[in-house]
């Protein structure tokens, strides 16, 4: 069976790219499987671009998810997949042998964990975040960064390392982290966002607890689990490819994503300011004292020619001209315009813009705003606004008075470029 199966297409909207190249009968490999496991629905784990090729072959195909407070599958009309099973957390499913995944848990069952299990799972590479990569002025500066990044990089193998060692698998896997910022307009974030290699995780693992068999996955590499736990030793346990397969990607559809994404730049909803207010109404954040400056960019982070740049006050859900008198925290959020317009019309969650590296952000004071994010990345709700009513709304407001239609871009809570 699979474990989050991303074999096609970029994740968190077009940041992320494969590095590896997925074996050729891939598709095949896929819908012969017995059953998938997706872990979350973070889209480098839950890949629509896959899940589609997938319910067009095999619809039925048995998919667990556990009973997350968002269901894992919130954007299920994306595919048609017919059997999803929900499954409660703390029971285990068995499935022959006691395989631990711990992918992007900080502190698993918090740290309640079991000892010995066949296979553990688990993330290695660091770098998946927008911080502090994205971030700029103050003590953002690129050398600042990169101290940042080699001491937290240094911490997770550390831990990685010392979790294993503490629960003994038979066998360890460094499954998750093999992304790569392939786009040619991330290339200061694939140049400085360095990460931490499977190589360098065995390496420590093997001089810790050097009894822990440590497997790297490569495209085309099998594990043969029964074998390695019968026998460690024996050769036959892990098959190898021929020579000359291919291991890294070299080419990727950018044009067909970006294409896809940025074709939400000239959707009939952002011609009317009135757009921003009915957003962030849907959204639901406010009681919060935080505001927060949005500008919509070009792929450089300039400002895009007539897009929209705007407050929004979340202390009473207002759109004001200028910042407030009053004392407050302040973000400036850069946004792509073509990610920004796609997220805001599909109600998607803003890992695609924080995740995906496709913000600029600075803040003052310096402080994460954890309820800001966790709502806008968790909370939002689970259906996407009601565009055809806003339509039918501003332009019946319209129809009504001819004069708004010239009037409506000079609105109090925004401003164009």
Same mark, same amino acid.
């Given at each position: 069976?699979?474990?989050?199966?991303?074999?096609?297409?970029?994740?968190?909207?077009?940041?992320?790219?494969?590095?590896?190249?997925?074996?050729?009968?891939?598709? =095949?490999?896929?819908?012969? *499987?017995?059953?998938?496991?997706?872990?979350?629905?973070?889209?480098?784990?839950?890949?629509?671009?896959?899940?589609?090729?997938?319910? =067009?072959?095999?619809?039925?195909?048995?998919?667990?998810? %556990?009973?997350?407070?968002?269901?894992?599958?919130?954007? /299920?009309? /994306?595919?048609?997949?017919?059997?999803?099973?929900?499954?409660?957390? %703390?029971?285990?499913?068995?499935?022959?042998?006691? +395989?631990?995944?711990?992918?992007?848990?900080?502190? &698993?069952?918090?740290?309640?964990?079991? /000892?010995?299990?066949? #296979?553990?799972?688990?993330?290695? *590479?660091?770098?998946?975040?927008?911080?502090?990569?994205?971030?700029?002025?103050?003590?953002?500066?690129?050398?600042?960064?990169?101290?940042?990044?080699?001491?937290?990089?240094? !911490?997770? #193998?550390?831990?990685?390392?010392?979790?294993?060692?503490?629960?003994?698998?038979?066998?360890?896997?460094?499954?998750?982290?093999?992304?790569?910022?392939?786009? &040619?307009?991330?290339?200061? +974030?694939?140049?400085?966002?360095? !990460?931490?290699?499977?190589?360098?995780? !065995?390496?420590?693992?093997?001089?810790? *607890?050097?009894?822990?068999?440590?497997?790297?996955?490569?495209?085309?590499?099998?594990?043969? #689990?029964?074998?390695?736990?019968?026998?460690?030793?024996?050769?036959?346990?892990?098959?190898?490819?021929?020579?000359?397969?291919?291991?890294?990607?070299?080419?990727?559809?950018?044009?067909?994503?970006?294409?896809? /994404?940025?074709? *939400?730049?000239?959707?009939?909803?952002?011609?009317?300011?009135?757009?921003?207010?009915?957003?962030?109404?849907?959204? %639901?954040?406010?009681?919060?004292?935080?505001?927060?400056?949005?500008?919509?960019?070009?792929?450089?982070? =300039?400002?895009?020619?007539?897009?929209?740049?705007?407050?929004?006050?979340?202390?009473?859900?207002?759109?004001?001209?200028?910042? &407030?008198?009053? =004392?407050?925290?302040?973000?400036?959020?850069?946004?792509?315009?073509?990610?920004?317009?796609?997220?805001?019309?599909?109600?998607?969650?803003?890992?695609?813009?924080?995740?995906?590296?496709?913000?600029?952000?600075?803040?003052?004071?310096?402080?994460?705003?954890? !309820?800001?994010?966790?709502?806008?990345?968790?909370?939002?709700?689970?259906?996407?606004?009601?565009?055809?009513?806003?339509?039918?709304?501003?332009?019946?407001?319209?129809?009504?008075?001819?004069?708004?239609?010239?009037?409506?871009?000079?609105?109090?809570?925004?401003?164009?470029?």
């Amino acid at each position: 069976f699979l474990f989050d199966p991303w074999l096609e297409g970029p994740a968190f909207a077009r940041g992320w790219w494969l590095l590896h190249e997925p074996p050729a009968d891939w598709r =095949e490999r896929l819908c012969g *499987a017995d059953l998938i496991y997706i872990s979350h629905m973070h889209s480098d784990h839950l890949s629509y671009h896959t899940l589609k090729v997938l319910s =067009e072959r095999r619809p039925d195909m048995p998919i667990y998810v %556990g009973d997350t407070s968002r269901p894992v599958f919130w954007l /299920q009309s /994306q595919v048609k997949l017919t059997n999803i099973n929900v499954v409660p957390f %703390g029971i285990w499913q068995n499935v022959s042998h006691m +395989i631990l995944n711990t992918v992007d848990c900080t502190r &698993p069952n918090g740290g309640r964990l079991p /000892q010995n299990v066949a #296979l553990m799972m688990s993330d290695f *590479a660091g770098g998946a975040s927008g911080f502090p990569m994205t971030f700029y002025g103050g003590k953002y500066t690129d050398s600042w960064k990169g101290e940042f990044v080699k001491k937290e990089r240094k !911490k997770l #193998l550390n831990y990685k390392a010392s979790l294993v060692k503490a629960l003994q698998p038979r066998v360890y896997c460094p499954f998750a982290g093999y992304f790569v910022e392939a786009h &040619p307009s991330d290339r200061y +974030i694939k140049e400085t966002n360095t !990460k931490n290699t499977a190589a360098d995780l !065995k390496a420590l693992i093997n001089k810790q *607890a050097p009894e822990v068999r440590v497997w790297t996955p490569e495209p085309g590499v099998i594990l043969d #689990l029964g074998l390695a736990l019968r026998d460690p030793t024996d050769s036959r346990a892990v098959r190898v490819p021929p020579a000359d397969t291919k291991v890294y990607k070299d080419s990727w559809d950018f044009e067909l994503y970006v294409h896809e /994404q940025n074709s *939400a730049i000239s959707a009939d909803i952002f011609a009317y300011p009135e757009w921003i207010q009915f957003y962030y109404t849907w959204a %639901g954040f406010t009681d919060y004292n935080l505001v927060v400056r949005v500008t919509e960019t070009d792929e450089d982070f =300039e400002p895009f020619p007539n897009g929209y740049d705007y407050l929004v006050d979340f202390s009473d859900l207002t759109f004001p001209a200028q910042r &407030p008198t009053r =004392e407050h925290c302040y973000l400036e959020l850069k946004n792509r315009v073509g990610v920004m317009r796609w997220v805001v019309l599909n109600g998607r969650l803003w890992d695609d813009l924080y995740i995906g590296f496709q913000n600029r952000i600075s803040r003052d004071p310096d402080i994460y705003h954890h !309820k800001f994010w966790n709502h806008f990345q968790i909370k939002l709700p689970l259906q996407r606004p009601d565009w055809d009513k806003f339509l039918k709304e501003v332009r019946s407001k319209e129809s009504k008075d001819p004069t708004l239609k010239q009037t409506s871009n000079s609105s109090g809570y925004c401003s164009l470029q």
